[in-house]
């Protein structure tokens, strides 16, 4: 069925490095994407979107790149912080009817000192 | 307020009790979300509502859930004889018209 997904499930990095987390989708009429990171105990936090009519959007140390052809997401971290450990989630926002998100099973980041 | 308010935070459930999840969304946000999330899984969907409309229910796991927003501003969801399988943690989560939705902390629900 139609859903969202991520490759990798645990991704560890070293602090300082840059870290990429990916995610696959499968409905092209989505329209709208957003990254939370969602800490252990807590809500999910909004990230950064992308709308479909864009292909990269910045953020402050954070990137996000669409790939619409192959219908993939992914989110770059760089300089990667201990602070920035946590699970991440792709949501994607299917434009038909309710205007709701739906999440993959999340990757959690590591990162080593 | 500043952000997504649920409460409680914690609630232990026996099995077949009743229990009222509530959600202070974020002052004049059109959009409200109900998800459930199980341990280790992505935040699953339950309930939208636009206003005091409930526009969408389709991922309402049984008909002993029941979500309303009656002045458009604070949501509750109810789940009526609750069973072990409800346990999870619900998020609520509000958004003003098609932009970024914000999470609350959540509460997480234990039946026993």
């Known amino acids: 069925g139609e859903s969202v997904g991520l490759h990798l499930p645990t991704l560890s990095v070293q602090e300082g490095d840059n870290s990429i987390i990916n995610c696959a989708y499968s409905?092209?009429?989505?329209?709208?994407f957003i990254w939370y990171k969602q800490e252990s105990g807590k809500g999910p936090q909004f990230i950064i979107d992308?709308?479909?009519?864009?292909d990269k959007r910045q953020g402050q140390r954070v990137t996000v790149l669409l790939n619409k052809t192959v219908k993939h997401l992914s989110l770059q971290i760089a300089a990667t912080q201990p602070g920035d450990s946590a699970v991440y989630f792709c949501?994607?926002?299917?434009?038909?009817?309710?205007?709701?998100?739906?999440f993959g099973t999340g990757t959690r980041l590591k990162v080593l000192a | 307020g500043a952000g997504v308010s649920q409460s409680p935070r914690y609630k232990v459930a026996k099995r077949g009790q009743d229990v009222a999840l509530r959600c202070d969304p974020i002052?004049?946000?059109?959009?409200l979300f109900w998800y459930q999330q199980a341990l280790g899984q992505g935040p699953e969907f339950l309930t939208y509502?636009?206003?005091?409309?409930?526009?969408?229910k389709s991922g309402l796991p049984s008909d002993r859930f029941f979500a309303e927003r009656p002045e458009g501003s604070v949501s509750t969801l109810k789940i009526q004889r609750t069973q072990q399988e409800d346990s999870a943690v619900y998020l609520c989560?509000?958004?003003?018209?098609?932009?970024?939705?914000?999470f609350g902390q959540g509460t997480r629900l234990t039946v026993v």
């Open positions: 949501a994607e926002n299917r434009a038909s009817g309710t205007y709701k998100y739906i």
């Open positions: 002052s004049g946000h059109v959009s």
């Open positions: 992308i709308r479909s009519n864009m």
């Open positions: 989560a509000s958004s003003f018209k098609n932009t970024e939705a914000f």
């Open positions: 509502f636009q206003n005091e409309a409930q526009l969408d």
């Open positions: 409905n092209s009429a989505s329209d709208y």
